[in-house]
């Protein structure tokens, strides 16, 4: 009997470990769901201020129903998430979807973020650049609300998709090429004041359900008054894709925008990430890596694998493209424009 006294005792001891350990699980819920309930309370009540720009999108949208479906969210309705917000899929209706971007507030980036996101995108309407429904302003957070992409991000649908996905084929591709440069080109020459992206990359570029490219994230963007060179400001965005005058100046120019669509470029070339890990053990980097392939005249060495056909002609002549982006002396690298009118003619011929 006596035996049994510290297995009864073992026993209870774990039986009020996990009554307690429960109990402290139901008030972590019940204080996360009162936060929330709050949240929209306050939302309501007025604290909160909804913004809706006039489309056939919105016209149904009510902050109300927006703000509940919002606070809905969780974790497998993220699409993506970076330094500056989490971007979630909202579904109001069987025939409308919203990607929301959600930044809280309380840190000064973030709102930093939202103020230049806001500034950068309000005006703008182009078929290559994602478009901007509406905005809402809480004591709490502050939400992007975008059109909704069906085919994701460039990145995803490159390096991330299932066994079962197709490969991107070489047109594919190349519309792709053009749809991003034709937004950058007008985020450059069109708008008043001209807006420089500061964080071009594969994730940012996202594709409608034609697969055609959209420019996203303007997060770190700046804005520049027509005849000014450069912007003073901290070097920022992706490792991989910045041009190397970042780190020396701390100025913010288009050319800076023109480098890191050089580097997207070799991404639809080669199918390889800037920070693939072969690089990585080698000691370099794609951008290094191509350069010394097409100096030996092996372009067609460096294609990604998963093209099965392809133009010789046509690829060495985009290579020959993203080369010019990625010059060194940012005064020798084309315009936007100029990228976008080659761009075009490869294609043409």
Known sequence: MGGSTPMVFYITICCVAFV????VVSLLCYKRWAKKRRIIEDSLAGEGKMVMFRSPATQALSAKAFVKN???LTNKDILGSGGYGTVY??????STAFAVKKLNRGNENRDLGFERELNAMADIKHRNIVTLHGYYVAPQFNLLIYELMPNGSLDALLHRRSPEEKPLDWESRCRIAVGAARGLSYLHHDCIPHVIHRDIKSSN???????E???SDFGLATLMEPGRSHVSTMAAGTFGYLPPEYFDTGRATTKGDVYSFGVVLLELLTGKRPTDESFVEEGSKLVTWVKGVMEDGREEH???SELACFPAEEVKKVFAVADKCLE???????????????????QSK
Request: hydrophobic share 45%; aromatic share 0%; glycine share 0%.
């Open 20 to 23: 307690a350990s429960k109990i």
């Open 70 to 72: 919002t606070m809905k």
């Open 302 to 304: 460096a294609v990604d």
């Open 205 to 211: 570029i996202l594709l409608d359900r034609n697969l």
């Open 213 to 215: 490219a959209r420019v």
């Open 328 to 346: 060194p002396d940012p005064s020798r690298r084309p315009t936007m424009i100029e990228v976008l009118k080659m761009l075009e003619q490869t």
């Open 89 to 94: 899929k909202l579904v109001v209706d069987e």
